[in-house]
């Protein structure tokens, strides 16, 4: 079973919404981690949030971490077209990160 | 700065036929590592290295080899092509492990008829 894991699994909204995805994990955690990947590319961090920390913000982006629930959330705020891609909550596993499988986002015009 | 790169960008073989994927990063970071991403299923760690001359196995490490002879560079090979290893390779470096972000390369797709 994963560490972590987004939800939704897909989400279509309309250019200028907000944009909601959240991530649940199954252990304890030092930090978490946000990353967007644009079709056919790598991966690109938006945000890391540490366990002893409630929320941050980043531009558009606004990251919760509820270490009681074990969950985080990524807001996009006034979505783009250009948001649309693939988000990826990582949480820090051992000595590594496991990925989620991702929440797709499409964002229309 | 380059970020992290990777070479080749696409690739396919037969089945039982080897190669060698290279990565290459140079931002200093102590920490690579190689990825499969598989539709569905996120990221899968293969195989990573917390510094030069170090190697470590990830979840998935089986059918791969990899080394770190030089701190910039992280090759992952297959000695032995199978059609279960047709994905998308991402290499990734950081600068100390988990408590910091992952820069990832473009990719490799890799097909294995």
């Known amino acids: 079973s994963q560490q972590g894991e987004e939800d939704p699994q897909a989400l279509s909204i309309q250019e200028g919404e907000n944009a909601t995805m959240n991530c649940s994990y199954k252990t304890s955690i030092n930090n978490l981690q946000w990353y967007r990947q644009n079709s056919g590319r790598g991966l690109v961090h938006l945000i890391l949030?540490?366990?002893?920390?409630r929320e941050k913000h980043s531009g558009r982006l606004r990251v919760t971490l509820d270490t009681s629930k074990k969950s985080s959330s990524l807001l996009i705020t006034a979505s783009r077209a250009a948001d649309t891609a693939s988000y990826f909550c990582?949480?820090?596993?051992?000595?590594?990160?496991?990925f989620g499988p991702g929440t797709r986002l499409s964002v229309l015009p | 700065n380059a970020g992290v790169t990777q070479t080749p960008k696409f690739r396919v073989l037969k089945t039982g036929q080897s190669m060698t994927l290279l990565c290459a990063q140079d931002m200093n970071h102590e920490y690579m590592y190689w990825y499969r991403q598989d539709p569905g299923m996120g990221l899968r760690l293969i195989h990573y290295?917390?510094?030069?001359?170090?190697?470590a196995k990830g979840e998935v490490p089986d059918g791969y080899n990899v080394s770190r002879l030089k701190k910039q560079n992280f090759l992952l090979g297959l000695e032995s092509a199978a059609p279960s290893q047709t994905s998308v390779y991402f290499c990734a470096s950081s600068y100390f492990g988990k408590y910091n972000e992952q820069f990832f390369g473009p990719g490799t797709r890799l097909t294995v008829l």
């Open positions: 990582a949480t820090d596993y051992g000595q590594n990160f496991v």
């Open positions: 949030i540490r366990s002893n920390e």
């Open positions: 290295s917390v510094g030069e001359g170090t190697t």
